[in-house]
């Protein structure tokens, strides 16, 4: 459906923990609304908004997908977001592109980790949020309790809009706040609601509850407030102008409810979020900045140049590579061209379309403040911009994660390893928290991600999508070796078998250099003790040796060489004889300069709330971590320590289980140290079985 003002759209993100419903809900919503003819559900593997194969395999949400409503004239884009803590930057795009947050809260759980992470994050930039309780039917749900819990953990702006009439099994009708009406509702309708009389026995709590409402209005606004204190109360029309109001600077958190399995105030909540959600109009200009860093006034005005946010791209085995994207400001018409100001390159594009899940239905233009996408833009990716030539701007976008683990992939049949290439590129398109490349070292390739669930998910999508056969295993820990003194060290290779033989002698002198320092090579031999084309062939044969390493295999670094003495022959020496020379003086002088272990330290930081800070530290302690320091604001803590990156390779499942999901961490290589005593032997023992094995 398109719509002629940008006055009449709703963007919304649907974001909460996972199994709070919203999936459920954006399809209850779409059949209230008539986009689809019967109720979807997420046990079917049928719903709009879950159209992988991993969401249908698991039962679970991965990615960020659109849906739209049509509603009293209105049109109301959703953004469902998925509510696992490890998918959580496809909400933070979520809530990005959207006007609002809808963030749903299940009424016998309540508050969970990935609620309390959506309110953060729309605080964070200013986002207007919206609260609904879901699974109101269910045992143990309970509506006083829930709205108790929201004002006690969000402050006492959270205010309820609605009522439900009916608890547990026998909820069925709302009670509208606002406008004093109440509604019921068919279970397993189509969510449309009948009007009846508010029931006597809720008469005293919707008058305590909308009086508490309308105070909580008249605060937020000093006229209102001299209005209520002359007249005792606020008229409809000045409460529902000053509630909306309130929602769109966050001054206030309106409560809806519902049980959208059974479509149970669906139609209710399609109404306040018509009357009481931000327009693209409301909700002001859109960050932007233009060539030169300055701020930029995007907004949602149809006479701007035309300006459109990237915020989701989805690769189709049918349709090729979809980009989702948002409209900033002006209008984009289909088969046209827009500016990318991130790749400098302009992006000609045929028909749009406006999505529900990944089914598109062609579009002319798509107004300001309006959600749709394009298929097969060819420079494009999440996060850009397009614009008008006439007004090139970089629109806002979230900060990606990095990623938190990493695992070493390698093709099951030999002939997929170009396969692996082409498949990877797609899957990190569609995923920017997904890296993969080869780690210089090792020699390795990595695959990494927010967590162990999202590398074996997009494993899966390989083979489901692109026929990609992968297998994963832990990947290798980059440790170095180096010596701690200098040493002589003397290297002859003398081969005589009849014929020319082989002939090469060397003396070198080895010492440490700072950490960080790598390999030098001096060569301080004045005369012909061996004559400077064979020079090199020493430096080669050191340089080899010094890769395949000395205790455990791994490379020799912070030294350096100085060649000294030699000797040679005219028949029987050759490059080939020096270069074996080169590393049989390397491995002398190694055993001789107290060789050890280096292992890679990671700065860690990790962010958490005070009740686990002993659990944490606990923790850090036994993986051989040395705190640095601990920053908290607003409750929230962030530990900073130094730590092996041997002990952080199973940390994000041992946080995760720790915490209950409620903390985060990033970490990246600060420097080398030295491996300690005993588990240096450790190491070199099992390098020494490794190479018996092989």
Known sequence: MQVGSSDKIRNLALAGHNDTGKTTLASALLYTGGSVNRLLRVEDGNTITDFDHEEHERGISIGLAPCYVGWN????????????????????????????????????????????????????????????????????????????????????????????????????????????????????????????????????????????????????????????????????????????????????????????????????????????????????????????????????????????????????????????????????????????????????????????????????????????????????????????????????????????????????????????????????????????????????????????????????????????????????VPYRETIKRAAEGHGRHKKQSGGRGQFADCRIVMEPLPRGSDFEFVDEIFGGAIPSTYRPAVAKGIQEARMRGYLAGYPVGDFRVRLKDGQYHDVDSSELAFKIAGSLAFKDAMSQASPTLLEPIMEVEITATEEYMGDIMGDLSQRRGRPQGMDSENGINVIKALVPMAEMLNYAPSLRSMTQGRASFHMEFARYEEVPKQIREKIIAEAERDDEHH
């Open 73 to 476: 004239g209105n049109k109301i884009n959703l953004l469902d977001c998925p509510g696992y803590g490890i998918f959580f930057s496809e909400t933070r795009a979520g809530v990005r592109a959207a006007d609002a947050t809808l963030l749903c809260v299940n009424g016998v759980s309540g508050i969970e980790v990935s609620t309390e992470k959506s309110w953060r994050f729309a605080a964070e930039i200013d986002r207007p949020v919206l609260i609904h309780l879901t699974k109101m039917d269910r045992e143990r749900a309970d509506f006083s309790r829930a709205v108790d819990q929201l004002r006690s953990r969000f402050g006492r702006e959270v205010v309820a809009v609605q009522l439900p009439i009916g608890s547990e099994a026998d909820f069925g009708g709302v009670v509208d706040l606002v406008h004093q009406k109440a509604y019921l509702f068919e279970r397993d309708g189509n969510g449309k609601a009948t009007p009846t009389d508010i029931p006597a026995e809720l008469a005293d709590e919707v008058e305590s509850r909308r009086g508490e409402l309308i105070e909580a209005v008249a605060e937020t606004d000093d006229t209102l407030l001299e209005h209520f204190f002359e007249e005792g109360t606020l008229g409809d029309d000045e409460l529902v102008a000053g509630l909306r109001r309130a929602i769109v600077e966050r001054k206030l958190f309106p409560v809806t409810l519902s049980s959208a399995l059974h479509g149970l105030g669906t139609s209710a909540l399609l109404d306040a979020l018509v009357t009481l959600a931000p327009s693209p109009v409301d909700a002001g200009d859109y960050p932007a900045t233009d060539a030169a860093g300055e701020t930029v006034a995007v907004s949602a005005d149809g006479d701007q140049p035309a300006s459109a946010l990237v915020f989701k791209t989805l690769n189709d085995p049918f349709s090729g590579k979809i980009s989702l994207f948002r409209v900033t400001s002006g209008v984009v018409r289909g088969d046209s061209s827009l500016w990318n100001p991130q790749r400098e390159q302009e992006e000609r594009y045929g028909h749009l379309h406006a999505y529900q899940g990944k089914q598109g239905t062609q579009v002319q233009e798509l107004i300001a403040g309006d959600i749709g996408g394009v298929a097969k833009l060819k420079h494009t990716l999440t996060g850009d911009s397009l614009t008008s030539k006439d007004r090139t701007c970089r629109l806002e976008w979230i900060q990606v994660p990095e990623p938190a683990i990493s695992f070493a992939i390698e093709p099951k049949s030999k002939g997929d390893e170009e396969k692996i290439g082409e498949a990877l590129h797609r899957l990190l398109e569609e995923d920017p928290t997904l890296a993969a490349g080869r780690d210089a070292q090792t020699g390795e390739y990595l695959l990494s991600g927010t967590g162990q669930l999202h590398v074996e998910i997009a494993v899966n999508k390989l083979k489901n999508r692109y026929k990609v056969e992968v297998i994963l295993h832990p990947p290798k």
